[in-house]
């Protein structure tokens, strides 16, 4: 299993927070950065945080910086996203996905760089 697994999206209130996980394979964190990206309704997959796995350097959009927090548990091979005062402009499939070639975090993100994707999980903010 390569491919990471993502859970705990849902539907919650503006100003809420909520805390989304992504199982990864072992030999998935052994690549050189992994992250958060999301797809809203209509628009272009955007990277949201990524997070090197070999010098701690990370990397957060604009519109989500302060807010949201990436985490990683190596014992669990599970990397989190918490994020918090979400908005309803927030909503969209979030994906967990790890680069395997010597990338920085800002490239992998801004770019939308990944070579193992996740199935995605969807993150709904009512207003």
């Known amino acids: 299993q390569v491919q990471p697994v993502e859970s705990g999206g849902g539907l919650v209130q503006a100003g809420d927070s909520l805390t989304i996980s992504c199982v990864a394979s072992?030999?998935?964190?052994?690549?050189?950065?992994i992250g958060w990206f999301r797809q809203a309704p209509g628009k272009e997959r955007e990277g949201v945080s990524c997070t090197s796995t070999r010098d701690g350097m990370t990397y957060y959009s604009n519109s989500v910086k302060g807010r949201f927090a990436i985490s990683m548990d190596n014992a669990k091979n599970t990397l989190y996203l918490q994020m918090n005062n979400l908005q309803p402009e927030d909503t969209a499939v979030y994906y967990c996905a790890a680069r395997d070639l010597l990338t920085t975090v800002e490239i992998m993100c801004e770019s939308v760089i990944g070579d193992y994707w996740g199935q995605g999980t969807r993150v709904t903010v009512s207003s």
């Open positions: 072992t030999r998935t964190l052994n690549t050189y950065a």
